[in-house]
């Protein structure tokens, strides 16, 4: 897909961004009852941070995850839930603010 593309779909209200609205709740629901054994501290307090944010935020976090989803350019109006929903947990590290070393 092209990066106009990619901005039309994010962009436009329609089914694209109502998918990612519920799925994003879904991400958070399984990102706060994550497993931390094993886990930087400041790993999980980015991540949960962020699920705090989203759900305070639900209409600034359906721009900003739409956007990046959108912008793997894999995906389309009409893509099925388990693929957004795959790359939305796919992009949390980035959406949080995780730097690669605070993973290890």
């Given amino acids: 897909m092209a990066a106009l593309d990619n901005y039309n ?8 961004r109502k998918k990612i609205h519920s799925l994003m709740l879904k991400v958070c629901t399984q ?7 094993g886990k930087q501290a400041i790993y999980i307090q980015k991540r949960t941070d ?3 944010y989203t759900i305070l ?3 600034e976090a359906v721009d900003i995850l739409s956007h990046l989803v959108a912008s793997k350019g894999t995906l ?5 839930d388990a693929d957004i929903e795959f790359t939305i947990v796919s992009v949390w590290d980035d ?3 995780v730097m690669h070393s605070e993973t290890i």
């Fill in 9 to 16: 779909l994010a962009a436009l209200e329609g089914d694209f």
């Fill in 31 to 37: 990102i706060a009852g994550e497993d931390s054994t």
């Fill in 50 to 52: 962020k699920v705090d």
């Fill in 57 to 59: 935020n639900q209409i």
């Fill in 76 to 80: 389309t109006n009409s893509s099925n």
């Fill in 95 to 97: 959406y949080s603010g």
